[in-house]
């Protein structure tokens, strides 16, 4: 019997909604359990990739503080092929969105201009992650070797993609259909 390929996720700045896309593989994750063993993921109690390291690494989620960037270069450290999934993964997704304002006038916006907000004072403390000035996709911090768009993408994308590396392919290019909702 030929050893489970080891799979490891985390999420860094979005929604969880990939995750989410993910357990919508429903009955087909139970088959790709006899080729895989998720290893860690944010829905499970193990939260870290394993020190030896495992096959693909998933990713969720854009770059958006200091966290994200340790978060993603341990992943890279910790996996030989890292998986790029949503948008925000891609190309920083409805996260940019702060882009357009700065990280200072969101900050300024969220904490002290809200109308919920009263007398309110914009967090920073050394023991807080810190605000990047922009927010990027993971591929500006570290090398991705497949990107899965969508937001968040079908289960119908996650689980070629996945069946696609088990058989040992990397693909290029998804299928346009399996972006698509009829």
């Known amino acids: 019997m030929m050893p ?18 993910l357990l919508d593989m429903d009955e087909r994750i139970v088959g790709l359990l006899e080729s895989v063993d998720f290893t860690s993921s944010p829905v499970t109690d193990l939260k ?12 969720e989620g854009a770059i958006s503080n ?3 960037i340790e978060v993603a270069k341990k992943m890279r450290e910790k996996c030989q092929i890292l ?4 948008d925000c993964a891609t190309f920083g997704g409805i996260v940019a969105m702060r ?11 969220a904490y ?28 500006k911090i570290v090398k991705v070797d497949l990107f899965v768009p ?10 070629y993609a996945l069946t696609e590396l088990l058989a040992g392919r990397t693909p290029v290019i998804l299928p346009p ?4 909702y009829d």
């Open 4 to 21: 489970k390929v080891k799979i490891a996720t985390d999420w860094l700045a979005g929604c969880a909604g990939c995750h989410m896309s």
């Open 48 to 59: 870290h990739p394993p020190d030896e390291g495992v096959t693909v690494g998933i990713l």
């Open 66 to 68: 200091t966290h994200n």
């Open 83 to 86: 998986v790029a999934v949503g």
């Open 99 to 109: 882009n357009l304002v700065g990280t200072d006038q969101a900050l300024e916006r």
């Open 112 to 139: 002290l201009e809200t109308e919920s907000v009263c007398g309110g004072l914009i967090p920073d403390s050394d023991e807080l992650v810190k605000p990047l000035p922009m927010v990027t996709g993971v591929d």
């Open 150 to 159: 969508g937001c968040p993408p079908r289960a119908d994308a996650f689980f």
């Open 177 to 180: 259909e399996l972006f698509t």
